[in-house]
């Protein structure tokens, strides 16, 4: 049985797919664009692809520049996200994240007038979370309040260690000293709305450091914690380094109980999980990330972003899944071209939605609720899909699994164990789904897939 829980979550929330959306199915032969509150919201998830270097364990999309042409990046975000907005036709976006990258280099006004282009085409309430990605250098908290002036309200701070050491060897470019005063000045400007990052399964690391680690952020920290295990990326200064054993990471046994360990630190402190990687107490879940989680509809913006929604303004009523173009000088060429640089559409089947929504609502402690899975599954039941399935019931017995009249999701022992149980709810509802067929014209080799923007 696999015991590595975060795995899916780092797949799940790279930068530039960071969640899934609402909208667009098949039920008994006619097309269905999803309920109004799905198709006419949505988030916004904005990528700056740019970094002043490379961490060693990184395989994100993002790049060194090699020229000043922030201020060209800029206008191309602004055209796309107008664009984007209006083929999506939302009236409301909900929250925005600014991810990459090291979007804490941008300069104020960046984000400033982007966030004046979402307003000018929707409505932005005063009340939606903003939140920016904050590399914890002194560079960086020196723009916190400028920051806060152009629109954030929220900040998620990449500390991923406290050890110097550790920082070192992950090719971080700030010290933990740095990273504390970080912390300070984001909670002094954001209270209650400040996140840290830390990342364990380090090399060298032991249960007994980390939580001792843990513990010690954790007097500090403010309301909002994201756990995230290391994992070895091919083509990575890491991995090459590993492989040659200049350096070794702790084992899948040891890195379970070092996500044990974590969960019982933070339940003694007052969060709560509420997603196989996030920890909140007061109230302080990203509300950004529980959409995708949710199945909401979110827009991506910037060189590599992804985004789930349906484009009404080409008369589209199925949800696609795109793409856009990875490099950022061709993704500029194409954005001052064509408005918008997306490389890739998917019209998602209705099995490639149900799995999507299965997959994102199984990562949050609260699993998925009827209601919710009727808004996507109008006559397939959770219970009609798992309540009779041999692979499902052994799940249910074993106590890692719940399905009641509350909805499905995993116990606290099953959460560790996501990637180990998913594969089996995967092959139930493909086979309910195939036993009740219905008109899909995506399905069968329909999909639309393409590699041009359109």
């Not at 995993?410 to 086979?431: F, K, M, N, Q």
Request: aromatic residues 6%; charged residues 20%.
């Amino acid at each position: 049985m696999s015991r590595r829980p975060l795995l899916a979550a780092r797949r799940a929330l790279s930068p530039g797919l960071r969640g899934f959306s609402g909208g667009g199915t098949i039920e008994d032969g006619r097309e269905w664009a999803g309920p109004p509150h799905l198709t006419k919201q949505a988030s916004l998830y904005v990528h700056w692809p740019y970094c002043l270097r490379r961490c060693s364990y990184c395989n994100f999309n993002k790049y060194i520049p090699r020229e000043n042409n922030y201020h060209i990046l800029t206008d191309c975000l602004q055209r796309e996200t107008e664009t984007l907005l209006q083929l999506s036709r939302v009236s409301c976006v909900t929250s925005v994240f600014f991810g990459g990258g090291t979007p804490s280099l941008a300069h104020p006004s960046t984000i400033a007038a982007l966030l004046e282009t979402v307003s000018g085409q929707v409505t932005l309430s005063d009340e939606a979370e903003v939140t920016l990605e904050v590399n914890p250098t002194p560079v960086g908290m020196s723009k916190l309040e400028d920051y806060c002036r152009a629109g954030v309200n929220r900040f998620s701070i990449g500390v991923q260690s406290l050890q110097d050491d550790d920082l070192k060897i992950l090719g971080r470019d700030h010290s933990s000293h740095q990273a504390l005063q970080t912390i300070e000045e984001a909670q002094r400007l954001c209270p209650g709305r400040v996140s840290v990052d830390v990342m364990f399964g380090r090399p060298g690391q032991s249960v007994e450091s980390w939580g001792s680690e843990l513990s010690e952020l954790l007097r500090v920290c403010d309301d909002h914690v994201s756990l995230y295990q290391l994992t070895l990326e091919r083509g990575t200064q890491l991995f090459k380094q590993v492989q040659q054993g200049e350096v070794t990471v702790p084992d899948d046994d040891v890195t379970a109980q070092m996500y044990q360990c974590a969960r019982r630190i933070l339940h003694q402190n007052g969060f709560l999980q509420y997603e196989v990687s996030n920890f909140a107490r007061n109230n302080g879940v990203s509300h950004h990330n529980m959409s995708y989680w949710k199945g909401r509809q979110y827009v991506g913006v910037g060189p590599g972003a992804h985004g789930r929604f349906v484009p009404f303004g080409e008369g589209g009523v199925l949800r696609e899944a795109r793409t856009q173009t990875l490099e950022p000088d061709v993704w500029i060429r194409e954005v001052q071209q064509r408005g918008h640089g997306t490389r890739r559409r998917i019209r998602l089947s209705r099995r490639e939605l149900l799995e999507e929504v299965l997959v994102m609502g199984m990562r949050m402690s609260e699993g998925i609720n009827h209601k919710h899975w009727e808004l996507f599954s109008p006559q397939l039941g959770l219970h009609e899909v798992f309540g009779t399935s041999g692979g499902v019931q052994e799940l249910l017995q074993s106590g890692q699994l719940i399905l009641d009249d509350r909805g499905l999701r995993c116990s606290w022992d099953g959460l560790a164990l996501l990637d180990s149980i998913l594969p089996a709810l995967l092959v139930e509802l493909e086979t309910q789904i195939l036993q009740r067929p219905h008109r899909d014209p995506s399905a069968d080799g329909q999909t639309q897939k393409t590699s041009d923007p359109q």
